[in-house]
């Protein structure tokens, strides 16, 4: 049973910082792409952030480059996003994702695991 645990959401100021983590179980997690979604109400789920669990390779939606920061502990299984600067228009629903084989990185369809999200609220 392939599972997906995101904490770290919260409230936070205009220009403050976040870490969200995402705890993964069930399978073997250095076979996977692994990404950090969001959807705020009204709107479709957007990819924020992907990286590849075997290489490392980064992917970043261009309205969190240089802003957020994906990355992993492969020991612990767990995929960790740390935001900074955080804006208004950055909240929204967080979701862990996971993907077996080649996937677009950021785009949801090819996602077949997904966690419970966690809320991120960033105040002006």
């Known amino acids: 049973q392939v599972s997906l645990v995101e904490s770290g959401g919260g409230s936070v100021q205009s220009g403050g910082s976040l870490r969200l983590s995402c705890a993964a179980s069930g399978y073997m997690y250095s076979s996977y792409y692994m990404a950090w979604f969001r959807q705020s109400p009204g709107k479709e789920r957007e990819g924020v952030a992907a990286?590849?669990?075997?290489?490392?390779?980064?992917y970043y939606a261009d309205s969190v480059k240089g802003r957020f920061t994906i990355s992993q502990d492969g020991a612990k299984s767990t995929l960790y996003l740390q935001m900074s600067s955080l804006k208004p228009e950055d909240t929204a629903m967080y979701y862990c994702?996971?993907?077996?084989?080649?996937?677009?990185?950021?785009?949801?369809?090819?996602?077949?695991?997904w966690g419970q999200g966690t809320q991120v609220t960033v105040s002006s």
């Open positions: 990286t590849t669990t075997g290489r490392s390779i980064t």
């Open positions: 994702a996971a993907a077996l084989g080649w996937v677009s990185p950021l785009s949801k369809y090819g996602y077949k695991y």
